[in-house]
């Protein structure tokens, strides 16, 4: 239960991490550092660890969500691809398991 709960925490944290960085609905190229940098997060968790898998999933989506009120669809398409193409290239057990 602890390790459930500071993964949780480390996955907030992560997640109000980029909450400071300005967006732009034309400049890609953050939501897709973004999601290179939550895939490697993702990548770096054991797939038997279910209940962290699902926390960081959550959190991804919530910054999905938040990309597209807060910026647009472009921004959080260009999220969700980038971390779909980290998996695919770098953690392809997890890709087939996730994707």
Same mark, same amino acid.
């Given at each position: 239960?602890?390790?459930?709960?500071?993964?949780?925490?480390?996955?907030?944290?992560?997640?109000?991490?980029?909450?400071?960085?300005?967006?732009?609905?034309?400049?890609?190229?953050?939501?897709?550092?973004?999601?290179?940098?939550? !895939? /490697?997060?993702l990548?770096?968790?054991?797939?038997?660890?279910?209940?962290e898998?699902?926390?960081? &999933?959550? =959190? %991804? #989506? !919530? /910054?999905?969500?938040?990309?597209?009120?807060?910026?647009?669809?472009?921004?959080?398409?260009?999220? &969700?691809? =980038? %971390? #779909?193409d980290?998996?695919?290239l770098?953690h392809?057990?997890?890709?087939?398991?996730?994707?």
């Amino acid at each position: 239960m602890k390790h459930l709960l500071l993964s949780l925490c480390t996955l907030l944290l992560l997640a109000c991490s980029h909450s400071d960085v300005e967006l732009s609905a034309t400049d890609l190229s953050q939501p897709i550092n973004m999601g290179n940098a939550d !895939a /490697r997060v993702l990548g770096e968790i054991p797939l038997s660890d279910a209940p962290e898998l699902q926390a960081a &999933i959550l =959190a %991804i #989506k !919530a /910054r999905e969500h938040q990309l597209r009120k807060e910026v647009g669809d472009g921004a959080a398409d260009s999220y &969700i691809m =980038a %971390i #779909k193409d980290y998996l695919t290239l770098h953690h392809p057990d997890l890709a087939k398991e996730l994707l």
